[in-house]
Each structure stands twice: as structure tokens, then as C-alpha cells.
């Protein structure tokens, strides 16, 4: 349901900007990961997950766009694919639904040894060591099937969830607590959404082109360049907080351990204010990380990706690559 909302939001934009063209919403496809939901998500291989199949039928021509939530994209797509447009970011914050009985409480003022579900190592990483009090334990299936688990049985006092998902679902009154960057870090490109496309249909980039958000770009090219450089994916938990101000994109990044006893995090920021240039030609199509970005100078988009690399590179120095092949190795032995 929400994988539909999300492709009917793009749509509606593109028919308001080209009323002349005809839209079809083709193909309602599960995916891998739609199917497997008795395992953990950093359990079953990486983040073509919620992928592939979908450009199985871009590579056929059976479509010539697919909608994705930005943060399952992996940050090297396969040849021949490219994200053509990042529309604007909803709130990339993470938020707690509470159990009806837990109405009006924030995760601080739950009962000792409360089970909190989530299926990110990231969140249980960073929230096991700000509430060591709370239990912290795998919950799968879309959004209705979580909640449903929440409210209708007694397994858990609250669980965690994207506020932009809830959001786009019109479920933003479930809302309990919104957790700031200082609670929790969200995940890379998290609240965004991607139209990934054929790399070489120029007729189509140019077309999604219109819908990118250059705020939202340059943001999320700086945080998966970050996670491409750290070798981040499901399996360790990797997080980010991203602002453009002024000019400046500020990026804060950091490493977990699985029990979040072990961490690194740093921010660092660059300028990304560059005019746009005449880019005719064959620089148009500079990918970075898997983003096409016709119509945000490439100076900029170069400084994000930059960015992401150092701030990345600065962890690593820190022994953020040992903190992360720990994280790898003891979930791959749960």
C-alpha cells in the first residue's frame, strides 16, 4: 500500500507537468523482500532486496520508471540504471508508535524490560545504549502488518518506524514521539523518494528531471557516498543526519556497534554553492552514486560526493572498519 501511494504521488507531479502525456500505473510487483518476512532484513543478503524485480521489467521495456523509497536503493546500481530524479524529502526522522495502552508516554518513561519491535540494527544499535532499560527485538512485514502486531497483541509496548512512511500512509496521528538526530540518526535517504530509469533513455531523464530536488539531491548524494565508501548495507548499522544552510552541506555520519556499546561519529561540511553551468554534452550524465542529476550543477553534486567520501574516510581512520566487520560478523552468527 504504501509502495502505491508513493508511485501515485510521483505520477500526479508528472501529469501536472506534462498533462499532455498519458500515465500508466502497470505493474503492482513483491519483491524478494515483500516475500521473506519470517527473517531478518540484515539477515538476507543486501539491498536489491526491494529491487530487483523491478528492474528486471525497466531492463525488458515493460516500464520506463520505477518509484523507490531512497534508502533500499543500494548505492552501486546495476549497469544500464540510473536514479533520475530524488524528489523532495518528507521528514527523514525516525518516529515511535506507542501500544494504545502506552498512549501519551515517550520511550523514556516505559517500564523496565519494555520490548520495543524494529528491524533495523541501526535504530535497536543507537537506542539500546541511550535505553538500556528497554528490550529491543526484530519485527517484519509492511507498515498495516506492524501495526497490526502492535495493537493486537501484548509482544510489544512500542515500535519504531520511518515518520515519512507513516506520514504518506495518513497514519501521522500514530505518532508518539518523534526521535531527534540526538536519539537516533536516520538511515541513508531515508523520507525520500527515487524514480530510477535506463540509463541511456534521454527522452525519460529528461522528463524526471523536473521532479528533482536539489536540496534533497545534494543531501543524499553526500550520505551514500558516505555509506559506498564505508561498504555500509542492511547488515551493519551505518547512520546519518544531513542539512543544506546557506550554502553549506552539513553532514554528520556514524558507526555502531550491534549493541551500540561501540561507536564513532563526526561531522564535517562543505560548501556546495556553485551557479549552475552550461553542461551540454556529454557531462550531463555524470552519475553520482547511482544519481543522475541533470539540473543541479555538477560542481555542487562533485563537493556532496566528496563530502560523504571524507567524512567516511575520517570514520575509517578512526577504526570505524573494525567496529563494522564485528557488527557483520556477529549478526551474520545470530
Given at each position: 500500500?504504501?509502495?502505491?501511494?508513493?508511485?501515485?504521488?510521483?505520477?500526479?507531479?508528472?501529469?501536472?507537468?506534462?498533462?499532455?502525456?498519458?500515465?500508466?500505473?502497470?505493474?503492482?510487483?513483491?519483491?524478494?523482500?515483500?516475500?521473506?518476512?519470517?527473517?531478518?532484513?540484515?539477515?538476507?543478503?543486501?539491498?536489491?532486496?526491494?529491487?530487483?524485480?523491478?528492474?528486471?521489467?525497466?531492463?525488458?521495456?515493460?516500464?520506463?520508471?520505477?518509484?523507490?523509497?531512497?534508502?533500499?536503493?543500494?548505492?552501486?546500481?546495476?549497469?544500464?540504471?540510473?536514479?533520475?530524479?530524488?524528489?523532495?524529502?518528507?521528514?527523514?526522522?525516525?518516529?515511535?508508535?506507542?501500544?494504545?495502552?502506552?498512549?501519551?508516554?515517550?520511550?523514556?518513561?516505559?517500564?523496565?524490560?519494555?520490548?520495543?519491535?524494529?528491524?533495523?540494527?541501526?535504530?535497536?544499535?543507537?537506542?539500546?545504549?541511550?535505553?538500556?532499560?528497554?528490550?529491543?527485538?526484530?519485527?517484519?512485514?509492511?507498515?498495516?502488518?506492524?501495526?497490526?502486531?502492535?495493537?493486537?497483541?501484548?509482544?510489544?509496548?512500542?515500535?519504531?518506524?520511518?515518520?515519512?512512511?507513516?506520514?504518506?500512509?495518513?497514519?501521522?496521528?500514530?505518532?508518539?514521539?518523534?526521535?531527534?538526530?540526538?536519539?537516533?540518526?536516520?538511515?541513508?535517504?531515508?523520507?525520500?523518494?527515487?524514480?530510477?530509469?535506463?540509463?541511456?533513455?534521454?527522452?525519460?531523464?529528461?522528463?524526471?528531471?523536473?521532479?528533482?530536488?536539489?536540496?534533497t539531491v545534494l543531501c543524499?548524494?553526500?550520505?551514500?557516498?558516505?555509506m559506498k565508501r564505508l561498504?555500509?548495507?542492511?547488515?551493519?548499522?551505518?547512520?546519518?543526519?544531513?542539512?543544506?544552510?546557506?550554502?553549506?552541506?552539513?553532514?554528520?555520519?556514524?558507526?555502531?556497534?550491534?549493541?551500540?556499546?561501540?561507536?564513532l561519529r563526526e561531522t564535517?561540511?562543505?560548501?556546495?554553492?556553485?551557479?549552475?553551468?552550461?553542461?551540454?554534452?556529454?557531462?550531463?550524465?555524470?552519475?553520482?552514486?547511482?544519481?543522475?542529476?541533470?539540473?543541479?550543477?555538477?560542481?555542487?553534486?562533485?563537493?556532496?560526493?566528496?563530502?560523504?567520501?571524507?567524512?567516511?574516510?575520517?570514520?575509517?581512520?578512526?577504526?570505524?572498519?573494525?567496529?563494522?566487520?564485528?557488527?557483520?560478523?556477529?549478526?551474520?552468527?545470530?
Amino acid at each position: 500500500q504504501l509502495a502505491r501511494i508513493q508511485t501515485d504521488s510521483v505520477v500526479e507531479m508528472l501529469r501536472e507537468l506534462y498533462p499532455d502525456l498519458r500515465f500508466e500505473i502497470a505493474v503492482a510487483m513483491s519483491t524478494t523482500g515483500d516475500k521473506i518476512l519470517d527473517t531478518a532484513l540484515s539477515k538476507i543478503g543486501e539491498k536489491s532486496l526491494f529491487t530487483k524485480e523491478l528492474e528486471n521489467a525497466l531492463e525488458r521495456n515493460e516500464v520506463d520508471l520505477v518509484v523507490h523509497s531512497l534508502k533500499d536503493l543500494p548505492t552501486s546500481l546495476p549497469p544500464g540504471f540510473t536514479i533520475g530524479a530524488v524528489c523532495k524529502r518528507e521528514n527523514p526522522l525516525d518516529a515511535v508508535v506507542f501500544h494504545p495502552k502506552n498512549c501519551g508516554k515517550t520511550l523514556s518513561l516505559l517500564p523496565e524490560k519494555s520490548v520495543i519491535g524494529t528491524s533495523s540494527l541501526r535504530r535497536a544499535a543507537q537506542l539500546k545504549k541511550k535505553f538500556p532499560q528497554l528490550e529491543f527485538r526484530d519485527i517484519r512485514g509492511n507498515l498495516n502488518t506492524r501495526l497490526k502486531k502492535l495493537d493486537e497483541k501484548e509482544d510489544f509496548s512500542a515500535i519504531i518506524l520511518a515518520a515519512a512512511g507513516l506520514k504518506r500512509m495518513g497514519w501521522e496521528n500514530r505518532i508518539g514521539q518523534l526521535l531527534s538526530p540526538e536519539d537516533c540518526l536516520y538511515a541513508v535517504g531515508q523520507g525520500a523518494l527515487a524514480v530510477e530509469v535506463r540509463a541511456k533513455d534521454q527522452e525519460i531523464l529528461n522528463m524526471v528531471s523536473a521532479l528533482q530536488d536539489a536540496d534533497t539531491v545534494l543531501c543524499c548524494i553526500a550520505e551514500r557516498a558516505f555509506m559506498k565508501r564505508l561498504e555500509g548495507g542492511c547488515s551493519v548499522p551505518v547512520a546519518v543526519n544531513s542539512m543544506l544552510k546557506d550554502g553549506q552541506l552539513y553532514l554528520t555520519g556514524a558507526v555502531y556497534s550491534l549493541d551500540g556499546s561501540d561507536s564513532l561519529r563526526e561531522t564535517m561540511q562543505a560548501s556546495v554553492n556553485y551557479p549552475p553551468q552550461n553542461e551540454d554534452g556529454p557531462n550531463d550524465d555524470v552519475q553520482h552514486v547511482g544519481i543522475t542529476a541533470k539540473n543541479v550543477p555538477g560542481q555542487a553534486q562533485e563537493a556532496a560526493e566528496n563530502l560523504g567520501v571524507e567524512l567516511a574516510s575520517l570514520l575509517l581512520s578512526k577504526g570505524a572498519k573494525h567496529i563494522l566487520s564485528v557488527a557483520r560478523q556477529l549478526n551474520d552468527a545470530r
